[in-house]
């Protein structure tokens, strides 16, 4: 099993501030998918990144995948309430199954 | 986009009792979907792959027996939890990836789980 570390586990902020969320894993793979679920909720998918050194932007998302596909990141920039929910990464290799990060439960508080 | 329907939402049942879960894709063919269990504040856990026409591919710890997977056509794959215990209580959710030339680029579609309550 291919693990995905994710950090930080729990952020509280502030409406207007930004964070970044983390994904780690010393695996390389082939796509990285970025998830938010909401409590009760399925995941919904937010982007997919392929291309090592990728940038998507998604809004106040910014997300990027590492140049060497083991890692990626989620920036998110002047935080809202309604960014609130947990953030899960979740790596593709050759197999069909997606190996999914811990996740990064986030508060934004008004 | 693509959707996945989810059936019950939740739960209630006591133990030893047996709970059928649905996943049903609405607008496409998936010939797998996967089942994942998921506990307050944690991921998503792997339990198996249900591939169409065939047995499901259960993950290590998992027990295939009490956890009965049925995937009998492109739209619709069940799980059964049978003789259920306080222990099994827990979010199951099912997701389903279409046909695509790349499947490890392909985005799962999550139906929106069932919160199972044994008592």
């Known amino acids: 099993t291919q693990l995905l570390k994710q950090s930080p586990q729990f952020l509280s902020i502030q409406e207007g501030e930004n964070l970044t969320v983390y994904c780690n894993s010393s695996s390389v793979f082939s796509s990285l998918q970025w998830y938010r679920q909401e409590p009760g909720e399925g995941p919904v998918l937010l982007v997919t990144?392929?291309?090592?050194?990728e940038v998507k932007k998604l809004k106040r998302l910014t997300f990027q995948f590492g140049d060497a596909r083991k890692d990626s990141s989620l920036h998110i920039t002047a935080a809202q309430p309604g960014d609130t929910g947990l953030y899960l990464c979740a790596g593709g290799n050759s197999g069909y199954a997606l190996n999914f990060g811990k996740g990064t439960s986030l508060l934004v508080t008004p | 986009g693509a959707v996945v329907s989810q059936h019950p939402s939740w739960v209630i049942c006591k133990s030893g009792t047996s709970v059928k879960i649905e996943c049903r894709s609405l607008?496409?063919?998936?010939?797998?979907m996967f089942w994942y269990r998921q506990f307050p504040k944690q991921s998503l856990m792997l339990m198996a792959t249900?591939?169409?026409?065939?047995?499901?591919?259960?993950e290590q710890g998992v027990e295939k027996d009490k956890f009965l997977i049925n995937h009998a056509s492109l739209t619709l794959s069940t799980l059964t939890v049978t003789s259920a215990h306080p222990e099994d209580s827990s979010f199951y959710i099912c997701?389903?990836?279409?046909?695509?030339?790349?499947?490890?680029?392909?985005?799962?579609?999550f139906g929106n789980g069932t919160r199972l309550t044994v008592t």
């Open positions: 607008d496409f063919q998936a010939t797998t």
């Open positions: 990144v392929v291309t090592g050194g």
């Open positions: 249900s591939n169409e026409g065939s047995k499901a591919t259960y």
């Open positions: 997701s389903a990836r279409g046909f695509d030339v790349v499947p490890y680029n392909s985005p799962l579609h």
